[in-house]
């Protein structure tokens, strides 16, 4: 048995526009969204609702089916071609949820190395939990929209049965779950 977190769609639209009013009411004024894919597509589309600016994605992996994680990402795609969206400008990375900081750390890595002027990170949710990396320097500007427990966080959008899944984040979204029933109803 494993506990997981089941948040509805409505729950994670309005955490990321609780998080946008963060954003807005900070100094950091950003000139283009960089997605981290897979998790932090969606959440990054629904931040443009709000804050309409140019929506770049980048994908990163570290988890395989049937695998452990990988200690490091892998860059599945990247920013070549687009590399003028970034070079000299504000940039703000956006992912679904800060776990252990190895994928959000690998990507301001590889991210500082096109020169933007400035970076800026939103995650929509951030684990209560000491991280295997601290943030940059260069990382000026960190917005969450709410820390969670340390727990795996079933999102919507991996579900294959979302009918049960809302239903199951409508009932509180916390479960007891058997984890070969997890895996049934997930890809993670």
Known sequence: MSTRLRFSY???????ADGVKKIITSDFQFDVILAIGGG????ARILRT??????IAISLARYHPDEPPSEVPHKIQWVEG???????????LVDEVDDE??????AIGELLAENPAELGVFVMHNKIKVKKAEFPDAVKHVFVGK???????????DARDIIQHELDAAKGGILEVDEA????????
């Open 147 to 157: 820390d969670i427990e340390d727990v795996w966080v079933d999102y919507p959008w």
């Open 10 to 16: 409505s729950d994670l639209h309005q955490t990321i």
């Open 181 to 188: 029933e997890a895996k049934a109803a997930y890809r993670n």
């Open 82 to 92: 687009v590399n003028n969206m970034i070079t000299g400008k504000r940039v703000l």
């Open 40 to 43: 932090g597509f969606i959440p």
């Open 50 to 55: 709000y804050i309409e600016k140019p929506l």
């Open 101 to 106: 900081r190895t994928t959000l750390a690998f």
